[in-house]
């Protein structure tokens, strides 16, 4: 197994070869922009439930506080208020909802990841500015030079693993 | 330069974008403007951390603050600047969803401003207290008695509001930099700079699901922020329409200080984006179109703003209540009212001059249009906490106020420490958002 | 309580003895020029009529009481509250000093301690009275109907094995009053206070705010010199 590291001048040149590539092995794109990708993300539904503990919670807290933990008058106001407690409960299911999505986030896509071996590539270094590279893992990396040089690639890169 | 500049001038592309943006905050050398704008602000930062150091040691009575009027520069304050930083809020999260184009070169500017404000505002409630080390009593947690803090106060509610929205803040300006990150990272010029920003890149390199999961969070968060500062900023207004005092108690304050915070923010956002496109050149990025929107939305805030004050005078007279129209009568022609009249001056009449596009696209005309704004909000706030404060309903309470030398250093200082910060930005990251700005250029080389 | 206004001739003996009850600070010329004196009760003076012969109306202000708290309930660490025998009691130890509820106080009745008063009060330990706690700077105070007599006749009933009767605590203001015009009682168990209050004079002041307060005042009555309602 190798790992065959190319580059694309263009959004359109990586596009039209992924699907030749993909038939190589495992392929994994960086580009410095995101490609069309219709596949769903589960991070919304993180910052919805995150957003509903959080407010159920907020909520919870202060009924256990004004009529469980240490009910007191207050300006003779009943002990639930819950009208008073709506902002509070508002603010901290936001604050979880954010939290829980920003959390979920590092944890799908294993971050941080300070090193990956295809880092070792130096054409990766465009990857975040306007070159659009691929990392082909493939047990036949001469056919992966093959059809590369006929995709019209930017530059081809062999990594030891 | 006109109105109908596309977002980004014709011939501007991806590849020299990044190398301008990213060029900015890799330099090796700092401006040699950088060194002489940063003496100024540094120097207002540390007459507020004198202040500061001061005012815990002396006490709260070192302000101008009195009988009846307990409130002064510090919640004044405190609320100029939230409206500041809500301001940077709305062009990043709630024009991200209207999808707007001119929003993807000035949001990370706006967003900034948004942490340097809410930063300026925050310590303002801490710093008001007359016991500020025991600020953490306001938590939610039972004390050794039991105890919780008090639920139904408006201040609480603020305590909750704006950490919530300091914490999401600083997660959303993150999460908008973790691209621009990796971009720096990887053109860095030495290896400490690369550590640097490779750390706080987090290892992002732009895979499909990287990309994926990033853009659906994105989304889901714009769209949690934009309710979020919208109720953070009534909250602020809750402090006052949650209050029982002459002219605070009325249901119009919640989208009122929305309406202020919109005008704010355009202000101050004009104010930073002018000087920075000259100074950094980046008049490829934000043109013509971009000062003409920002016109406009600073015109359309002006407008509710004066619808505000126009509700204002109809509910108090409409309401018929004596404290109220006493007071609001103070407000007018009141030992106060050249405060009052300046408001009126700067928050409506002046951004008037706005309708004109000619006037617009004039930056002297518009940056003094802005500051105007901005002097004017700070004067809004000051009429709301004083004027209502000094006029309460029985006369035997009538009182005066006069801001004292500490009030206005520490004012000056958090002007300089926002300065300050802002500049330390431009320093250290991309002051346009290359990756947002990828999304509309064009994809190659012409 | 029932403050009557036919009897208040402007004296301030109530004043001045809350003041030494209460331990509050005295804060000085500096202070007063910015309105932070620290008097929990005082005689507001309302004129009326022409600026040469003006009528002078008194009135007694101190804290109210009331039911419906308005400072109670912006409190945000609950440094006020309402106690169950109806007063509203100022927990000194639990303030941080926010201010909101000098804001919302409709009387105005509430002070702070802008700078540490007492510490700064060059007075000896012995002047004050140790029934009382001296506040702290940073720290609101106001009335508290005597809250440490109150106590006492608490322990005094407890200890007998009996209520607090209806007219056992006298109240500073009331103890020093030369005319009457204080009339403090355990309203439980009937007494004065209650028969004062059934009067067609008893009003409550700004009552169109709803906080129902414990303290009513009986209007005064003047006679114009018209001779009309003989």
Not at chain 2, 204 to 223: E, K, N
Not at chain 3, 85 to 100: A, D, H, K, P, S
Not at chain 3, 204 to 219: C, K, S
Request: hydrophobic residues 50%.
């Amino acid at each position: 197994m190798k790992t065959v590291v190319a580059s694309f001048a263009s959004e359109a040149g990586l596009v039209e070869a992924l699907p030749r590539l993909r038939s190589l092995g495992m392929v994994e794109t960086y580009t410095p922009k995101a490609l069309e990708d219709d596949q769903p993300s589960i991070l919304p539904l993180a910052v919805l439930v995150g957003g509903l503990v959080g407010t159920a919670g907020g909520f919870g807290m202060q009924v256990y506080a004004n009529v469980i933990g240490y009910p007191v008058d207050v300006g003779g106001r009943p002990e639930f208020s819950w009208p008073a407690f709506v902002p509070i409960a508002f603010e901290i299911g936001v604050l979880s909802a954010v939290l829980a999505g920003f959390i979920a986030f590092l944890v799908v896509n294993r971050l941080p990841r300070l090193y990956d071996p295809v880092d070792e590539a130096s054409l990766m270094r465009g990857a975040t500015r306007d070159r659009w590279c691929v990392a082909i893992r493939t047990e036949s990396p001469d056919r992966a030079h093959t059809m590369l040089r006929d995709l019209a690639a930017d530059a081809v890169e062999e990594l030891a693993a | 330069m006109t109105p109908f500049d596309p977002v980004a001038l014709a011939g501007s592309n991806n590849p020299d974008m990044t190398d301008h943006v990213s060029g900015i905050a890799l330099r090796s050398k700092a401006f040699r403007w950088g060194w002489i704008a940063i003496v100024l602000p540094a120097a207002l930062t540390s007459v507020l951390i004198g202040s500061i150091l001061y005012l815990f040691y002396a006490g709260v009575g070192i302000w101008g603050i009195d009988w009846p009027v307990a409130w002064g520069f510090a919640i004044i304050n405190y609320v100029w600047w939230i409206a500041i930083a809500s301001g940077g809020t709305f062009i990043s999260a709630l024009f991200f969803l209207t999808r707007s184009e001119w929003r993807n070169s000035i949001n990370r500017i706006a967003e900034s401003m948004t942490l340097f404000g809410a930063a300026c505002a925050g310590i303002y409630p801490i710093l008001h207290l007359g016991r500020p080390w025991l600020f953490y009593w306001l938590f939610p947690y039972p004390n050794t008695m039991g105890l919780w803090p008090q639920f139904r106060s408006p201040l609480l509610w603020d305590f909750f509001a704006i950490l919530t929205y300091v914490i999401s803040s600083v997660v959303f300006w993150y999460l908008g930099l973790l691209p621009d990150l990796a971009t720096l990272r990887d053109r860095a010029p030495t290896r400490g700079k690369q550590v640097l920003y490779g750390v706080m890149a987090l290892g992002f390199r732009g895979t499909s699901t990287q990309w994926r999961h990033y853009h659906a969070l994105y989304g889901v968060l714009a769209a949690v922020m934009a309710p979020l500062v919208c109720s953070v900023h009534s909250i602020v207004g809750l402090d006052f329409a949650g209050a029982a005092t002459v002219g605070w108690h009325s249901t119009m304050y919640p989208p009122f200080f929305i309406f202020g915070a919109f005008l704010s923010g355009f202000a101050t956002v004009l104010l930073l984006i002018m000087p920075m496109r000259r100074l950094l050149r980046l008049e490829r990025y934000i043109t013509g179109r971009h000062l003409d929107v920002l016109g406009r939305l600073l015109l359309t805030s002006s407008l509710f703003v004066g619808y505000g004050y126009i509700m204002d005078a109809f509910n108090t007279y409409y309401g018929g209540e004596k404290a109220e129209i006493t007071m609001y009568q103070e407000r007018l022609f009141g030992y106060y009212a050249g405060i009052y009249w300046a408001t009126i001056l700067f928050n409506v009449l002046l951004p008037q001059l706005l309708w004109f596009a000619a006037v617009r696209l004039n930056q002297l005309v518009v940056a003094l249009i802005a500051i105007g704004v901005i002097i004017g909000m700070w004067c809004e706030r000051y009429t709301i906490v004083v004027v209502s404060l000094h006029r309460p309903r029985l006369p035997s309470a009538y009182g005066l106020y006069h801001g004292s030398i500490w009030d206005w250093l520490t004012l000056m200082g958090t002007v300089g420490f926002f300065v300050f910060g802002i500049l330390l930005i431009v320093r250290l990251i991309p002051v346009i958002s290359m990756f947002e700005m990828r999304e509309i250029l064009a994809p190659r080389r012409p | 309580m029932s403050i009557d206004l036919n009897a208040c001739i402007g004296c301030n003996a109530c004043v001045v003895a809350c003041m030494a009850e209460n331990n509050i600070p005295v804060v000085g010329k500096q202070q007063v020029m910015h309105e932070r004196e620290m008097h929990w009760l005082r005689i507001d003076r309302y004129y009326e009529g022409s600026p040469e012969a003006p009528d002078m109306l008194f009135q007694p202000m101190l804290c109210q009481h009331c039911e419906r708290a308005p400072c109670e309930i912006v409190c945000p660490v609950g440094a006020t509250v309402h106690d169950e025998e109806g007063l509203n009691v100022m927990v000194y130890n639990r303030c941080v000093g926010t201010r909101f509820c000098s804001n919302n106080c409709p009387y105005k009745v509430r002070r702070f301690n802008y700078f540490a008063f007492a510490a700064e009060e060059r007075r000896p330990a012995v002047a004050r009275n140790p029934e009382v706690t001296v506040r702290a700077r940073g720290v609101m105070e106001k009335c508290t109907f005597c809250l440490q007599r109150i106590a006492a006749a608490r322990i005094d009933a407890d200890a007998a094995n009996r209520p607090v009767g209806a007219e056992e605590v006298q109240t500073a203001c009331q103890a020093a009053c030369p005319t009457q015009v204080f009339t403090f009682g355990n309203m439980a168990e009937g007494g004065q206070v209650v028969e004062r209050k059934k009067s067609p004079l008893t009003y409550v002041v700004l009552d169109d705010q709803d906080t129902q307060p414990r303290v009513t005042y009986e209007a005064r009555i003047r006679n114009d010199g018209s001779g009309a309602g003989a």
